[in-house]
T-cell receptor
Framework: EPEVTQTPSHQVTQMGQEVILRCVPISNHLYFYWYRQILGQKVEFLVSFYNNEISEKSEIFDDQFSVERPDGSNFTLKIRSTKLEDSAMYFC???????????FGQGTRLTVV | SQQGEEDPQALSIQEGENATMNCSYKTSINNLQWYRQNSGRGLVHLILIRSNEREKHSGRLRVTLDTSKKSSSLLITASRAADTASYFCATDGIGSGNTGKLIFGQGTTLQVKP
């Protein structure tokens, strides 16, 4: 069964460093998303991406965040200068279209120290 | 903005019993989806129910949707210890600006005791 895959599963980084979280969405999907979940809290929307551009972003998604689909398969989230409060589980998701199921990856647990 | 709110926040039952979790939201929706999350793990898609549907089944899962009350319920029948997890509802909106983003509720933590 097709699935969304994310790498790495865990990432520990020093405050101020840049991190890139990687995702491979399901191959025939067209809509891509990043969400995050701070420990013990609910899942929060960060950004949606369609047709090679950001279609919507939340207030959380400020200038230190960026997304890219560098080729036909990968979808990345870059955090330019990490802060302690960026520590969270980051989930990638994809949908074939906005009326179908959203499938999530296993997540990347980011710890900023 | 729309927001899913689940209740109860925590539920503890014995194996074999049924578990019912409820979700309420504030604005009109396109779809409502339920997800399961085992501790510290990824989100597993359970079921999607469209705004024009009232009930949907998948194995031991039964989901209802009442758009007039802006609420949904997830029923797990004959629960098993392996059903122990957190359960979230997630809604997406309607209209020309809909990007398919999901708004999640706080979740219900279900413990099924063997």
């Amino acid at each position: 069964e097709p699935e969304v895959t994310q790498t790495p599963s865990h990432q520990v980084t020093q405050m101020g460093q840049e991190v890139i979280l990687r995702c491979v969405p399901i191959s025939n999907h067209l809509y891509f998303y990043w969400y995050r979940q701070i420990l013990g809290q609910k899942v929060e929307f960060l950004v949606s991406f369609y047709n090679n551009e950001i279609s919507e972003k939340s207030e959380i998604f400020d200038d230190q965040f960026s997304v890219e689909r560098p080729d036909g398969s990968n979808f990345t989230l870059k955090i330019r200068s990490t802060k302690l409060e960026d520590s969270a589980m980051y989930f990638c998701a994809s949908r074939a279209d906005i009326n179908t199921e959203a499938f999530f990856g296993q997540g990347t647990r980011l710890t900023v120290v | 903005s729309q927001q899913g709110e689940e209740d109860p926040q925590a539920l503890s039952i014995q194996e074999g019993e049924n578990a019912t979790m409820n979700c309420s939201y504030k604005t009109s929706i396109n779809n409502l989806q339920w997800y399961r999350q085992n501790s510290g793990r990824g989100l597993v898609h359970l079921i999607l129910i469209r705004s024009n549907e009232r009930e949907k089944h998948s194995g031991r899962l039964r989901v209802t949707l009442d758009t007039s009350k802006k609420s949904s319920s997830l029923l797990i029948t004959a629960s098993r210890a392996a059903d122990t997890a957190s359960y979230f509802c997630a809604t997406d909106g309607i209209g020309s600006g809909n990007t398919g983003k999901l708004i999640f509720g706080q979740g219900t933590t279900l413990q099924v005791k063997p």
